[in-house]
Structures are given as structure tokens and as C-alpha cells.
């Protein structure tokens, strides 16, 4: 090309890139976007980094203050030592690169910081895989000298380091240096600066030759090579897919991240971040504590009350697992006992039971489709009458299935439903185990079930962002529900809170027993394969999870053992400073004392639902029943008022009331049944009268009770 030529063309590439107007250093940093989404708690502070752009690996912008000096210097006497003097085009350089390619010599090459910047910035000046026009390299030049005019060295620089291609998919120094190093930009020390500075010149080298490069870097600043073979090779052998950020939510992030994409570079949610280290901590203790026992799987939940947001979601125990992609929030178990308050709760609603009401604990064979359900206990004993209060309190099987027996598995099925717990089956499908937990449902599902019950039977969907956000997505549409009667969700809630109804299963002195108010019930699945425990305080409800996901049988592991320690370090952390406190009474439920004078039970004062309390006892036989005297103690059992639920597929014959009394004869609705201080009655439903005389025929005591459940099965049949 003749020299005129060469001058028109620069005088044209010239004019072509000065009508390109250069972005400036503001719009540049504002164009950045990461190809990880970073979760922020509600507070904003961090919580997770998750993976959003797989075709680019490029982290948050690094400001130049945060970049290590040495970085800064090994990038600067490697790409252009005379970058602060220059004012975009190191013409030295250019002709020294120009001689040596004339003899064909290597020599560091023409290009500044400047010049590649500006190649970064216009895609029309990027270097393609043949190398740079001679257009190309004009415009470039023109390029550098705008920017050295409108931007500051420092930003220049600063930009470089963000949107320079180091290796593969790692684009920019944050994501570099937490990819190869395992550390923040700031920290990487001369060595490993050396190293990143030798992959701007051939980012997909091998690592004997960039080792070679970065011990030139090295030299340059008179520092010893001593080991940086070893730095490259550790650190080229890095995968670049490994997660990087805060790592505290990933299962949260992902489900959250699916229903609702982020537009931006964060997304604040729900989540409280100290609370979600303390769930991560409180689980990885308990699964070091259960080390042994076959368990290496859990998941914890913490619910608002109020505003159904999560403030806590930890999916997996980590490194205890061998699955801990699966998120055990929404895997689908089976809760045992957990289902039980939701079936008393509809008893009660029903006007079935009362907490007072007496059912059998005994062993028991019901007709099923399959054959035989030999419903038991957890600790395979049989407790005799026990009152609902003691049955729900201390987890006892034959009476929860007698109790769901009397709803019917339809009835039970469409209110687990409204709970939220969306069974797939239908009533019948699953049949009385039911009650016991016989189908499979969510941890995310069972929580705000019981958070349901924590608000009184109104029902609404959980939240996962922070209403601030623009994105408010929750799992359904956010309407709230009267799914269960007030007063009856209350007497479940007095009843899960009532550490003495439960000691006949658990003891006084559990992991169940909290400073304040607290209710709560566990439950372990068919072979000891699911560990659960749920319960609300006054304003959060916290649900645990403890198993395997690979369905694996636990040894020797219950509720109370397994889920309830971490369920308890949490409610103690919530309410660290302020205990909880006891829901008020809704209007319908009324307090009455009672004494169970023939069981084991104390006396007590019992809530009710208004007009299903038992009728005051007459002053004068209250009285000798309570003393004791010579003068006659009446009838001891049954109290007046008594409600006696039966299973309507055992035969009544096979569940008989004991009644029990001083010495005389029994009369029962008005019929003569026999003389002796005890009888043993085969129960009928329905209102019975019961009296005792003495041997000279006069009514020693008049009681009435009921008997319910024997005729309640072919009332629900005939629908």
C-alpha cells in the first residue's frame, strides 16, 4: 500500500470510530451483569449465590479498592509497563513489536490496557481467532486515545479487570479469583497474581506453560518462583462450575428462582440470614449426634405466623448426605403422627369428643380392604380409657384411629385438603391409616397446616419474597380461609401445649417442653423411616424433618429423639428474648373443673366447646364421692356427663365400660343389670341413665352419659 493510501485509510477508520460514541466508565459498570443471581435476606445481606447465565461465569463488579496491590501490579508490568505514562498507545512498544515481527522475533506485543479495553467495549474491534485488520488496529488506537481522554487511568484499569476473558467461561477478576483461588480478589497474594496475569496472555495454555509465564512475572519483581508450578496446576484443575458466594439457601434460592426469575442481580427475600445459620447449625449437630444410627438426611422450616413469609428454608444436612441436591422441604414422606391434631380437631368441630371424652386404648383389629389394621402404640403398650386431652397429648394410635373411625376417611381426607396438604388419592385410597399418617405430604405443606392451626383455622399460602420486591411470588394465590372452627383449633392447641397431657408418653422433661407456650407433635413413619416434628409459638411455626432420602430405615431414632432438638434450638433461638405467649381464648370455649376419680389422670380444669361441657354434678354427691366417707361414695365411674367414643368396626360387645361404685345393685335405663361394687357393661350408642342402689332400693347416685361411634359408619356410608 502506497503511503497515500495508508493515510486515507487511517483518516477514514479515524472518522468512523470518532462518530462511534465510546460508552462511558458509569454505563459500562451498569451494563454488568453477573451470571449469578445473589438472595438476599430481608435484612439485604447475602445468603446465597446461585448459577442464572450458564454460557459465562462473571460475578459481581470487583472497584479497584478491592483488588489486591500485588494483582495490580503483576497485571500492569505484564500487559503494559508503561501504562501510566502513556496516553493510550504505547508507541515504543509498537515499534519494538513491529521490528520484532519483521526478523521474527517474540517480543511482548503493541496492545496497552487501554487498547484491549477497547477492543472489550466495541465488538467491531474485538481480536477474531485470524488476529486484527489493519482497520481493525487503526480503529483501536483511535479507540484507546477517546478513552484515555474521557475516562481516569483508575477506571480504566478497573473496567479491564471486570470484562477481560481469563480461562473458558470465567470472565472478569471476581469470578477468576473465586474460581481458581477460593478467595476474594483482595486477597490473592503475588504468586497467584502472577498466575492470573500469565492466562491474559493465553488463556487456555496449559499449566506448565502458564507457570512458565507467571515465573517471568515473578522475576520482573525480583520474587522467587518457588512453588508456582504447583499454584498453576492446583489451580487450573479447579472446576469452573463449582458454587461460589454465600452457600446458605441453595434449595430455597433454586425453588424461588423457578417461580419467579430475577431480572436483576439480586433478589431480596424472605429469608433472615442469622436464623438460617442457626437452622444449619442446629441440624448439622443433631445429625453428628445421630451419627450411627443409619440418619443422614434433614430439613428445617420456620414459618411467620403472621405474614406466612419464610424466614428460614434448610432443604439438606450437607456433607452428612448423600443426596443433597434433594430438597427434603418439598420431598414427599409420610408424617405419622403429626396428622393426628387435624383429626381431633374435626371431632371436635363435630361435636363428637370432647377433650374429656373417654376412648379405649386396647388392642384393636379393624377390616380393611387389604385384611386386618392392627393399629399400635409407639411403645407397643395399651394405656386402658384414656381421656382425648391424654390420647392426643401422649400419641396414642388405637384411640386417633377409633376417633378418625367415627369421621370417616372421606370426611378426614377433604380436611387434611384444606389444610393444604393436597393428598393425591382420595379418602378411601387411604383408609383409617390415615390417621396415622398413611399418606404422603410435604414438609413445606405440613408446616403451614400447623401454622393454620397456630391462626385459629384461617388458612393462607406461604411467601418466599420480601413484599418489598417486585416479584411476590408464593406458592398459590394469596387467599386466605376459614378452614376449621376457632374453638376447636384452640383445645388442639391448649392440648399440644400441655406438657402433662403428653408425659404419659414422653415424660415431663423432653425436648418438647419449651419456656413459654408451644405447641407441638411429632410423629415417626412405618419403619422408623421419617422423623417429624411441628409446632407453633405465638408468632412462628417450625417444622423438622429428619430421615433419609434414600428411604433407608433409621435405628432407634423417634420424634422426640431425632427432629425435636433441633425443633427446640430453634423455637428457644426465636424467642430468645422474648418468651412466647399463650393464644387468648376465642369466644365458644368455656373452662370446667374436672375429676376423673377411677383413672390415673388428676383433676383439672377442662375446656370445652360451649354446650358440650357435662352437666354440673349435684352438690350433695360431688361431695361423697370427693370424701370418701362411711355414708356411701356413689358411683366412681362413669362421671356424669361422660362421653364414651367406640369404634364402629369392633363390635361393641368386645369394648366394654367398666362401671364402678360402693356395693349395691346397677339399674341402667331403667333396667336391672346386677349387684356388686363393679359391672362390666357391653356399650350401645346413644344418652344412657345409670343408677345405684343401695340394699334397702334407694338411689345411692344418678349419673348420665353417652356412648358415640358404633352407628356413625353407616350414617357416613349412606351419604
Known sequence: MSPRLAIAALCLVSTVALARELPSFADVKAAHHPSDVTLLDRHGVPVQTLRADRTVRRLAWVPLAELSPALLNAIVLSEDRRFYEHSGVDWGAAATSAWGNLWNTRTRGAS????????????????????????????????????????????ILEAYLNRVNWRGEITGIGALSQTLFGKFPGGLDAQEAAVAAALLRGPNAAPATVAQRACGVLTLQQLPCAGVTALAELALARRGGMPLGEQLAPHFARQL???????????????????QRVALDALRV?????????????????????????RAWVGSSGHYSDAPQVD?????????STLKPFVYALAFEQRLITPATLIDDAPTQIATRSGLYLPQNYDREFKGWVSARAALGASLNVPAVRVA??????????????????????GGYYGHALALGGADVTLLALTNAYRTLANGGLYAPV???????????????????????????HLVSDILSDNNARALTFGLDSALATRGFAAVKTGTSKDLRDNWCIGYTERYTVGVWVGNASGEPMHQVSGVSGAAPVWQAMVRQLHEGAPSRRPPRPPGVVSVPLHFETGHEPARDELFIAGTEPA????????SAGTGQAGGFGILNPRDGSVFALDPDIPPAAQRIRFEGEPGTWVLDGHRLGSG????????????????????GRALQTVRFEVRGAGVKTAQASR
Open 257 to 275: 428462582l423457578a417461580l419467579a426469575p430475577a431480572s436483576g442481580d439480586t433478589l431480596r427475600s424472605t429469608l433472615d440470614a442469622g436464623l
Open 677 to 696: 361394687a363393679r359391672w362390666q357393661w357391653a356399650p350401645w350408642p346413644g344418652r344412657h341413665e345409670l343408677r345405684l342402689l343401695d340394699r334397702d
Open 616 to 623: 354440673p354434678r349435684p352438690a350433695g354427691a360431688q361431695a
Open 286 to 310: 443433631q445429625m453428628a449426634e445421630l451419627a450411627g444410627r443409619q440418619v443422614e438426611d434433614g430439613a428445617v422450616l420456620v414459618l411467620d405466623n403472621a405474614s406466612g413469609e419464610v
Open 112 to 155: 496497552t490496557l487501554t487498547m484491549q479495553l477497547a477492543g472489550l467495549l466495541d465488538d467491531e474491534l474485538a481480536r477474531p481467532a485470524a488476529g486484527r485488520s489493519l482497520g481493525q488496529k487503526l480503529g483501536q488506537v483511535v479507540a484507546a486515545r477517546r478513552l484515555e481522554a474521557q475516562w481516569k487511568k483508575s477506571e
Open 328 to 336: 427434603g422441604v418439598l420431598a414427599r414422606r409420610q408424617p405419622g
Open 463 to 489: 411467601r418466599l419474597t420480601d413484599p418489598r420486591a417486585a416479584l411476590r411470588p408464593v406458592m398459590e394465590p394469596a387467599v386466605v380461609r376459614r378452614v376449621a372452627d376457632a374453638a376447636a383449633v
Open 405 to 426: 373411625a367415627m369421621l370417616g376417611p372421606d370426611a378426614l381426607f377433604e380436611r387434611l385438603n384444606a389444610f393444604g396438604l393436597a393428598l393425591p388419592e382420595s
